[in-house]
């Protein structure tokens, strides 16, 4: 299991999670999961969402899947993120394949507030 970073105080980043990360992600304390990758965007060996949001509910955690290309992404994209972040029960996990572009989608949208 990846580290989890602040990005600021109820939102943290890291990197891809598996189906097996969630009961670890939810004794962490945390309440959702934003999934920021397209499904096999990695190829077939990346965990598509159905089955994430099956293994973060299974455990309690609530799930949205917002899929982002890792490159090129729109005000809407960074407006839709900080929206999950604010609507979902918190402390939120967000991942992509490193972290990074979830962070950066948050970071847009709220430039764009």
């Known amino acids: 299991m990846q580290a989890f970073r602040l990005v600021e105080p109820g939102f943290y980043v890291t990197p891809q999670l598996a189906a097996e990360d969630m009961a670890c992600v939810q004794a962490a304390g945390f309440a959702s999961v934003i999934n920021n990758?397209?499904?096999?965007?990695?190829?077939?060996?990346?965990?598509?969402?159905?089955?994430?949001a099956a293994a973060?509910?299974?455990?309690?955690?609530?799930?949205?899947?917002?899929?982002?290309?890792?490159?090129?992404?729109?005000?809407?994209?960074?407006?839709?993120?900080?929206?999950?972040?604010q609507s979902l029960p918190q402390p939120v996990l967000a991942f992509c394949r490193t972290g990074t572009r979830s962070a950066a989608l948050y970071q847009k949208g709220k430039q764009l507030a």
């Not at 990758?37 to 994430?52: I, K, M, V, Y």
């Open 37 to 52: 990758r397209p499904d096999h965007e990695g190829g077939r060996a990346q965990p598509d969402s159905t089955t994430l």
């Open 56 to 85: 973060a509910g299974a455990v309690g955690l609530s799930y949205r899947h917002l899929p982002v290309p890792p490159s090129g992404h729109v005000d809407a994209d960074g407006r839709q993120m900080v929206e999950l972040v």
